[in-house]
């Protein structure tokens, strides 16, 4: 194309003169708009020199407003999760509960007494706000909020065994998602590891010979294997066991506890995910788990266990350099006074999900189906699977009832949803696209059918 051609493309001052743009500019600053008048005419400029048309003045008005919006739009945004993964690390693990919500909004928009003691006037500590209701919950002397529990596993190592030994089972050197491998956060704590037992078996002499053997142990560890399951020929020894083979060497027992339930899972039909109270009953020093898979509130680590481990860890400087803030600190304690009331399966999204039975779940499917048929699409219910995630409960699952949609092409059905707005994750089976009620929260039902009736029209 010519450059006579280009010539005739209007310039930055001519179409800022425009109305739309002036909007803009009111809007969002003169800077901004610039740049984008100016992006986009170099845009066009060389799909111009490739032998694209010339655009109309209107069209590249559009062009810019577009891009500006574009350019403005957040991309940490809500997402529709019908994925049947109730605690989906990759779309943000847990949901959080109304109060837990309101706590955030409370503090967030003006001044609170997060390290305030209103009582003295002095200075406060920031997670003694909800360190008070984590020893009324879990029966444990002392407790400490951190970032997550990456950071309290780091912590508690880094203070109780850096350049000492800890001894841990073959079975429980795992790697859970997002690259935490148990090897290597005891490396970067700077404590050494001594491996006991076999990938599949440890038994007691397995720990009392490691103990008798080396003189300087500083703890025992236990991981939860999070996403991994062994099966078949297998053996552990168990926490209060570990416990008294500790004790009897004058060594205390840490455990990784990862997803950290106050509440049984077994009422639901799932297996039994260990609790946080059962390990401070069997007596662990030290116990480390996640705000934000089975407890359902904000990211965080929280350790708790006895006042001799504990207390420690609050004036280690890692403990500054990973502590929690205002909005996490309110959430979670929002979350607590949850199961402190015994309303944690009523109000805490993921238990509310971990808890429906599979009826309810049918019902909605069964309504979406009916509110689309009105809208002329046709869908099927099928039986199915969800999951719990988050490391918790490996290998178990909750029976569902899944709305399914025929395509030609569900890959793309599937892509044409995720990339829309607000964005719908969902799972292919058996070449259909499948949608579970159980993880979309309710108030989310309604801007989900439409956007399934716009998708089935155009598929
Ligand atoms: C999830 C998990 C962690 C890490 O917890 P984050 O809160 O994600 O930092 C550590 N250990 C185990 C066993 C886990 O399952």
């Excluded at 809007?27 to 111009?48: K, N, P, W």
């Amino acid at each position: 194309m010519s450059t006579d051609e280009l010539r005739r493309l209007p310039g930055v001052d001519r179409l800022l003169g425009d109305a739309a743009l002036q909007e803009m500019r009111a809007r969002y600053g003169h800077h901004l708009t610039v740049t984008a008048a100016r992006e986009t005419l170099a845009q066009v400029r060389d799909a111009v020199r490739a032998g694209a048309d010339l655009p109309t003045e209107g069209t590249l008005v559009a062009q810019v407003v577009a891009h500006l919006r574009e350019r403005l739009a957040p991309t940490l945004h809500p997402v529709i999760n019908a994925s049947g993964v109730i605690i989906h690390t990759n779309l943000g693990r847990s949901p959080l509960s109304a109060d837990a919500r309101a706590a955030i909004e409370s503090v967030a928009a003006g001044y609170s007494n997060l390290e305030y003691d209103l009582s003295s006037g002095q200075r406060g500590q920031r997670t003694h706000h909800a360190e008070r209701l984590l020893l009324e919950l879990t029966g444990a002397e002392s407790a400490l909020v951190v970032n997550n529990n990456a950071g309290a596993v780091l912590l508690a190592l880094t203070h109780t065994a850096r350049g000492r030994d800890v001894v841990i089972s073959r079975g429980q050197l795992v790697e859970i998602g997002g690259g935490f491998r148990v090897p290597d956060v005891m490396r970067q704590s700077g404590a050494q590891l001594i491996e006991v037992g076999t990938t599949n078996r440890t038994h007691r002499r397995d720990y009392e010979q490691a103990l008798a053997e080396q003189p300087d142990v500083a703890l025992i560890l236990r991981a939860h294997h999070s996403n991994f399951r062994l099966v078949g020929f297998t053996s552990e020894v168990e926490l209060a066991e570990l416990v008294e083979i500790g004790a009897a060497f004058g060594v205390p027992v840490m455990d990784d506890l990862g997803s950290g339930a106050l509440l049984d899972t077994a009422p639901f039909g799932l297996a039994h995910e260990p609790t946080v109270q059962e390990s401070v009953a069997a007596g662990a020093a030290l116990v480390c788990f996640s705000g934000d898979k089975l407890l359902g509130g904000p990211q965080a680590g929280i350790v708790v266990g006895q006042a001799d481990f504990v207390e420690p860890l609050k004036r280690h400087p890692l403990a500054r350099a990973l502590r929690p803030d205002k909005t996490c600190l309110a959430a979670l304690q929002a979350t607590l006074m949850h199961y402190l009331k015994e309303e944690a399966t009523d109000c805490i999204p993921i238990w509310r999900m971990i808890s429906a039975p599979v009826e309810q779940v049918a019902r909605r499917a069964q309504d979406w189906q009916e509110r689309l048929r009105q809208a002329g699409r046709e869908t099927q219910v099928v039986d199915g699977r969800s999951t719990v995630g988050g490391g918790s409960l490996p290998g178990e699952t909750l029976p569902t009832r899944l709305l399914a949609l025929d395509s030609d092409n569900p890959d793309r059905l599937a892509a044409a949803l995720r990339t829309g707005a607000p964005p719908i994750v969902a799972r292919i089976g058996a070449d259909q696209l499948l949608l579970d009620p159980r993880t979309v929260l309710p108030e989310e039902d309604t801007v989900l059918l439409a956007r399934l009736v716009g998708e089935l029209e155009t598929s």
